[in-house]
């Protein structure tokens, strides 16, 4: 019995220490995975069969059927279906991998340089852009307008710009980063939805990916930078020593040892963008409807029909499942991105 109690070493537990954690951890899973579960089982069912619920067991509790599918893949929505399937396999994907290049690009840069801006400086280009924000609104051309903004930018930094003596960090660049993601969509949602609208970009793939790209780039940044100051900076300057660019240090040696972090941040990234439902609910209306509006404006229209959204919800996430799974052995060392140093 003592046997059965005692650990086997310092990281190994006892014989009832592992299978106690086994018992939690599979318990944890079964409440994790029961979700998923309820899913399948009720795009297998009928209205009536919903209603009359719950049953869980297929073919004991009840008799499965095909008909959710039928009529979300061949029936009535499923020209609905296809179209919007495929802006979301096409914004997603293509929105999180360019912020993941850019908000990389910009993460590296701010774990490597120093910048030193002022803060004078900035409220200098701060105002120089509303004064041409202003004239632009009174009828200016908007060419002239911002010619004329940015050579008065230019003559009060080169002349009164060297009198400002207070300057900000990388630190401050980087929270003041990260602080836009913290700002709700919903706070800016009607000027991007007039900016769109002035651009003739409204109901486009190409407005939700600009969109989503700058929304996620903040996030990108902050994990990713963090990322990139656990690589010894010896490596780098070995390199630069053999006579390597700043480029090749960062594609050949830089990258690959941050393919842990790249893949753990794309995949937070593509999440986020193919659940995003309330910028698409603003940007789009026919041509460019993602799944998540097409699911919420279903349940708004129809009530929660749940035979079919369930199906819808499978068909949505499916994708994600797959891709997280393909990148499980990333994913496990990219989480823990800036936790040892």
């Known amino acids: 019995m003592n046997q059965f109690f005692r650990r086997r070493s310092t990281f190994k537990p006892s014989l009832a220490g ?21 899913l399948f089982v009720t795009s297998l ?21 095909s008909e959710p599918w039928y009529y979300i893949l061949l029936g009535d929505l499923s020209h609905d279906t296809i179209r919007t399937y495929a802006n979301t396999l096409m914004v997603a994907p293509m929105s999180a991998l360019l912020a993941l290049i850019l908000g990389s690009a910009s993460a590296y840069a701010l774990a490597r340089f120093k910048y030193r801006p ?31 903004a940015f050579a008065l930018f230019i003559v009060l930094l080169t002349t009164i710009g060297r009198r400002f003596r207070r300057a900000l960090g990388n630190e401050d660049i980087a929270f003041w980063m990260i602080s836009q993601r913290i700002l709700p969509p919903i706070a ?8 769109f609208l002035q651009l003739n970009l409204l109901d486009t793939r190409t407005a939700l990916i600009i969109t989503y790209v700058t929304v996620n780039l ?66 789009s209306s026919a041509k460019a409807q993602t799944l998540p509006y097409v699911i919420a404006a279903q349940n708004a229209v129809r009530g929660p029909q749940w035979w079919y959204m369930s199906v819808l919800i499978l ?3 499916i994708p994600v499942i797959i891709v997280a799974v393909l990148l499980e052995r ?9 936790a040892i140093k």
């Not at 069912?45 to 499965?64: A, N, R, W």
């Not at 002022?118 to 307008?145: D, S």
Request: glycine content about 6%; aromatic content about 16%; hydrophobic content about 60%.
């Open 18 to 38: 592992a299978l106690a954690s086994y018992l939690v951890l599979g318990g944890w899973t079964l409440v994790v995975l029961f979700p998923l579960y309820w």
């Open 45 to 65: 069912k009928s209205p009536i069969q919903v209603h009359q619920g719950p049953f869980y067991v297929p073919f004991l509790d009840f008799k499965p059927t």
């Open 118 to 148: 002022r803060v004078g400086g900035i409220a200098t280009f701060i105002g120089c852009l509303a004064l041409a924000t202003v004239t632009i609104y009174l009828g200016v051309p908007w060419q002239i307008a911002l010619l004329a």
């Open 188 to 195: 800016v949602i009607i000027p991007i939805y007039v900016l």
């Open 218 to 283: 903040p996030i990108v940044v902050w994990l990713m930078r963090d990322y990139f100051l656990t690589i010894p900076l010896e490596l780098e300057e070995c390199a630069a020593i053999d006579g390597a660019s700043r480029y090749r240090i960062f594609t050949n040696i830089v990258l690959p040892l941050s393919v842990p972090g790249l893949v753990a941040t794309f995949l937070f990234v593509l999440v986020f963008t193919w659940n995003e439902y309330l910028l698409a609910l603003f940007l």
């Open 315 to 317: 068909i949505m996430i």
């Open 330 to 338: 990333y994913i496990s060392r990219g989480l823990l991105i800036g």
